[in-house]
């Protein structure tokens, strides 16, 4: 393994975020949809259109994405392991354009190699 030196600061700070969040908390990857709904009593004003709020996380399930609703006692919940997904999505993110940094700065040197023994080559003939 490389040394952690090789990371800037604000690199090495997303980086022990993000891997606390996954140590620690759950989280689900998909995306919170208002999704109003009716609740099936007889009488109730939702009978005659006005729906009650509801929530729903659209997400992959296996292979399908789908839409689960997310009952009233469970919506917190519901709304903490979507922003922990979210937060940790920046994160990886954030390290993505820190490693994509490097990457270009590999693929200069590589050409400046590249150019120095094409001139090598040149030169002797
Ligand atoms: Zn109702």
Redesign the pocket.
């Known amino acids: 393994m490389r040394h952690r030196g090789q990371f800037t600061r604000s690199e090495r700070f997303a980086r022990s975020r993000l891997a606390k969040l996954v140590h620690e908390q759950p989280f689900l990857c998909g995306s919170l949809v208002p999704l109003n709904r ?2 099936g ?1 007889e009488g ?3 009978n005659q259109g006005e729906l ?1 709020p509801g929530l729903c996380v659209a997400l992959r399930v296996g292979e399908k994405r789908k839409m689960i609703y997310v009952p009233q006692a469970l919506e917190a919940t519901a709304r903490r392991w979507v922003s922990t997904y979210q937060k940790a999505w920046r994160l990886m993110e954030e390290i993505s354009q820190a490693s994509l940094k490097r990457f270009l700065k590999g693929k200069e040197k590589v050409r400046e190699q590249r150019k120095a023994k094409i001139g090598e080559r040149r030169s002797h003939g």
């Open positions: 009716v609740c009593k109730c004003k939702c009650h």
